[in-house]
């Protein structure tokens, strides 16, 4: 045999691949997390994996995610058309690092066959060019669902997503989590009564995003390092440290705005977060599942007005397990005119990651097959086949062994791939019309007629 070249075939770092039982885990989920949306009227949409590089980077919308860029790689006989391309300077592309941004342009260019308010879920796969590492990926995929209007968009829309995600993770059972909820226009409003500068706001409001990681010190110190003075960098401490129940934070804003110098803004962002809040409550989200919390900032710098981070308590190492906020400007950038919307995403193969390492959730059979016809003999797979699709037809996933081998070898092979029943039919029972019935779990064999066999798996299968 001729010797080959060795070739690398494992997995880019970063770039993750399931095995069939995590696999039908994140279906099972993309299930749940559907039906959530889709109950709220949100409408399925897709968009291109590649988009142009100057939408992605438009006004920022990049911030401090890294692209991947695309460039046609041509083969060695095909050399000469590399300049013929069409690949221009002007036309560059890169894949999508996020949902938001392909969104904006999406509407930009469906926005006279779209109906607003638009709201739609999308649950596609994202690239991002960051350092792999645990539970962090290069390509993942994101749930998200979005409401974008022209004119005006009620807050009430900001309260929905609270409810939608306590829905999800409640169906998921993951545990008890925190929806973390602010207004940037609080975070804005301080800061400029403080006297920061509005140059300065942006950057300060990234490194207050970035508190739990990196702690309480470094944000001093890089607040500093912007040229934010010790008085002004203690008063921000300060005030996001604020914390109690809901309506305490809430009281404790308020009085605060009628101290605060230049407070406009910070009223309205405090105005704007009661009515979130209330609404949140009208819609029958339990107490115990939200919060105010003023060190929320997300970092990118579209977001105008509400923002929210989700944590699984006892897990808060994991980080948020679902974020999002309002926008002002995003799908303005395309078409120049005031578009404002709100979202959430669920970064889900993150999320599956972190769960599973942390004994949270557990992978699925490694098939969706409830029930094995073993091959008892080659001459009965007529039967086999019959009784096979009988099953099927009465709502049951079956596999067929058709392979002949040794009957504990194909009870083997189905407690391997995480069948519960198998089917047993031999020539006697073939003569009589009927069949065994094992359950693998609990090894308990029963005779069934043919004709009650579905009913009876349907039965045990509950």
């Not at 994101?142 to 807050?155: A, E, K, M, P, Y």
């Not at 059972?173 to 140059?199: H, P």
């Not at 500093?224 to 008085?231: A, P, Q, T, V």
């Amino acid at each position: 045999m001729a010797k080959i070249d060795k070739i690398n075939f494992s997995t880019p770092s970063g770039f993750p691949e399931f095995l069939p039982s995590e696999k039908r885990l994140e279906l099972y989920l993309l299930d749940i997390i559907r039906r959530v949306f889709e109950s709220y009227g949100f409408t399925p949409i897709e968009t291109p994996a590649v988009e142009r590089l100057e939408v992605l980077q438009a006004k920022g919308n990049q911030g401090d995610n890294i692209i991947y860029g695309i460039e046609p790689i041509l083969p060695p006989n095909r050399q000469a058309e590399k300049d013929k391309s069409g690949d221009s300077g002007s036309e560059q592309k890169a894949l999508k690092f996020d949902q938001t941004v392909p969104l904006a342009a999406y509407i930009a260019r469906h926005l006279n066959e779209l109906t607003f308010p638009f709201a739609r879920y999308q649950m596609d796969v994202v690239f991002r060019g960051e350092r792999a590492k645990d539970g962090r990926f290069r390509q993942f995929r994101q749930c998200d669902i979005d409401v974008v209007t022209r004119g005006q968009l009620s807050l009430l829309y900001d309260a929905q997503m609270p409810a939608i995600i306590t829905e999800i993770f409640t169906a998921i059972n993951i545990g008890d989590f925190l929806i973390r909820i602010n207004n940037r226009k609080v975070l804005t409003g301080f800061f400029q009564s403080v006297g920061i500068a509005e140059n300065q706001i942006k950057s300060c409001i990234g490194i207050i995003d970035n508190l739990e990681k990196i702690g309480e010190g470094k944000v001093k110190q890089d607040l500093e390092k912007e040229g934010i003075s010790l008085e002004q960098v203690q008063k921000i401490i300060d005030f996001i440290k604020i914390d109690g129940g809901v309506d305490e934070v809430l009281d404790k804003l308020k009085h605060l705005s009628e101290n605060l110098p230049e407070s406009e803004q910070f009223c309205l962002g405090v105005a704007e977060l009661e009515t979130v809040i209330t609404g949140v409550r009208n819609l029958g989200v339990p107490a115990n599942r939200f919060c105010i919390d003023l060190r929320i900032a997300r970092g990118l710098n579209y977001y105008t007005g509400t923002v929210y981070e989700t944590t699984l308590l006892g897990h808060e190492a994991l980080g948020s397990i679902c974020s999002g906020g309002r926008y002002e400007e995003l799908v303005g950038v395309f078409l120049g005119e005031k578009m404002p919307g709100v979202g959430i995403s669920i970064g889900l193969t993150r999320l599956i990651s972190r769960l599973l390492k942390a004994g949270v959730l557990n992978t699925l059979a490694a098939t969706p097959a409830q029930v094995m016809v073993v091959n008892m003999q080659e001459d009965l797979m007529p039967i086999y086949l019959k009784v096979s699709q009988q099953l099927r037809q009465a709502g049951i996933n079956v596999v067929t062994s058709f392979d002949k081998r040794g009957l504990g070898k194909q009870f083997q092979l189905a407690q391997k791939q995480g069948i519960q029943f198998c089917v047993i039919i031999g020539s006697e029972e073939a003569a009589a019309q009927k069949s065994s019935l094992k359950d693998l779990k609990s090894g308990e064999q029963i005779a069934v007629a043919l004709e009650n066999l579905a009913e009876e798996v349907k039965s045990r299968i509950g």
